[in-house]
């Protein structure tokens, strides 16, 4: 069924992983608290991974010896192609961390993207014991994220290892390709962002997930307001959305054409 959605429209699934700052503690404690002033060295994208929605090839950019540069300038074209972009928790890491590397190299301002965030559908519309990205692979599909220690993140920092860098890119690559599955288990639940039809040059009624014909009314909804909406489904997907009664009329409209 999922591999049927989303076919008119350019998605870009991606993930980024960032080092940790360095900086000056005396003691290791429970609820320590460290001020800006304790960094001497600031975090920055070590590298950033992504693949197209439906394709096989997973893409990434690293970092040069600490230096992020290149990750971002990369990166943004790339992004800029895309309809829509997909990362969990991306809202509030990934999108902003690459709002503040691009801003710190003086990139220029970076576009505000449509984004679709699964962390934001997880916490939204379902009751998960976890909503991070390995608890929801092993609950849907009984296999999560690719274990790792904190030692990897320190020998890339610390002593520019290139095997760890491999490592880690073989860490962000395999969250992606998890990313994407979890993104279409959840699909059906999400209320689409762009619509597909229209963006294919069809009409409002059609499937917005996948611009189809192929649907049907299920039930007639009126707000507080007063103001005449109908739930259509996809016989295609099976999935539902809500369309105004200008919209429905021209369905009925086509229906009597067809």
Same mark, same amino acid.
């Given at each position: 069924?999922?591999?049927?959605?989303?076919?008119?429209?350019?998605?870009?699934?991606?993930?980024?992983?960032?080092?940790?700052?360095?900086?000056?503690?005396?003691?290791?404690?429970?609820?320590?608290?460290?001020?800006?002033?304790n960094i001497i060295h600031e975090?920055?994208?070590?590298?950033?991974?992504?693949?197209?929605?439906?394709?096989?090839?997973?893409?990434?950019?690293?970092?040069?010896?600490?230096?992020?540069?290149?990750?971002?300038?990369?990166?943004?074209?790339?992004?800029?192609?895309?309809?829509?972009?997909?990362?969990?928790?991306?809202?509030?890491?990934?999108?902003?961390?690459?709002?503040?590397?691009?801003?710190?190299?003086?990139?220029?301002?970076?576009?505000?993207?449509?984004?679709?965030?699964?962390?934001?559908?997880?916490?939204?519309?379902?009751?998960?014991?976890?909503?991070?990205?390995?608890?929801?692979?092993?609950?849907?599909?009984?296999?999560?994220?690719?274990?790792?220690?904190?030692? /990897?993140?320190?020998?890339?920092?610390? $002593?520019?290892?290139?095997? &760890?860098? #491999?490592?880690?890119?073989? !860490? =962000?690559?395999?969250?992606?390709?998890?990313?994407?599955?979890?993104?279409?288990?959840?699909?059906?639940?999400?209320?689409?962002?762009?619509?597909?039809?229209?963006?294919?040059?069809?009409?409002?009624?059609?499937?917005?997930?996948?611009?189809?014909?192929?649907?049907?009314?299920?039930?007639?909804?009126?707000?507080?307001?007063?103001?005449?909406?109908?739930? /259509?489904?996809?016989?295609?997907?099976? $999935?539902?959305?809500?369309? &105004?009664? #200008?919209?429905?009329?021209? !369905? =009925?409209?086509?229906?009597?054409?067809?």
């Amino acid at each position: 069924t999922h591999q049927t959605m989303s076919k008119g429209i350019k998605r870009l699934i991606f993930d980024i992983e960032v080092s940790p700052c360095v900086g000056f503690f005396w003691k290791p404690s429970y609820k320590v608290s460290l001020s800006h002033d304790n960094i001497i060295h600031e975090g920055a994208i070590m590298c950033i991974c992504w693949k197209w929605e439906h394709a096989k090839k997973v893409h990434h950019v690293e970092w040069e010896k600490g230096d992020d540069r290149k990750c971002i300038e990369e990166f943004l074209p790339v992004a800029e192609e895309a309809d829509e972009l997909i990362a969990h928790n991306g809202d509030k890491f990934d999108v902003q961390w690459i709002n503040t590397r691009a801003l710190k190299h003086d990139l220029g301002p970076v576009p505000i993207w449509k984004t679709v965030d699964t962390l934001s559908i997880a916490r939204r519309r379902f009751r998960f014991n976890s909503n991070r990205l390995d608890y929801l692979g092993k609950f849907l599909f009984g296999a999560g994220k690719i274990h790792t220690s904190f030692d /990897m993140w320190k020998d890339i920092v610390l $002593k520019n290892c290139s095997k &760890s860098m #491999k490592d880690m890119v073989k !860490y =962000c690559k395999q969250d992606v390709l998890l990313l994407e599955k979890v993104w279409h288990a959840l699909q059906p639940y999400h209320t689409s962002k762009t619509h597909v039809g229209v963006l294919m040059g069809n009409e409002k009624w059609t499937c917005p997930d996948t611009g189809s014909e192929n649907v049907v009314k299920q039930k007639t909804r009126i707000s507080a307001s007063g103001m005449v909406q109908h739930q /259509m489904q996809s016989n295609e997907t099976g $999935k539902y959305y809500t369309i &105004s009664n #200008k919209a429905f009329e021209e !369905y =009925c409209a086509w229906r009597a054409g067809a």
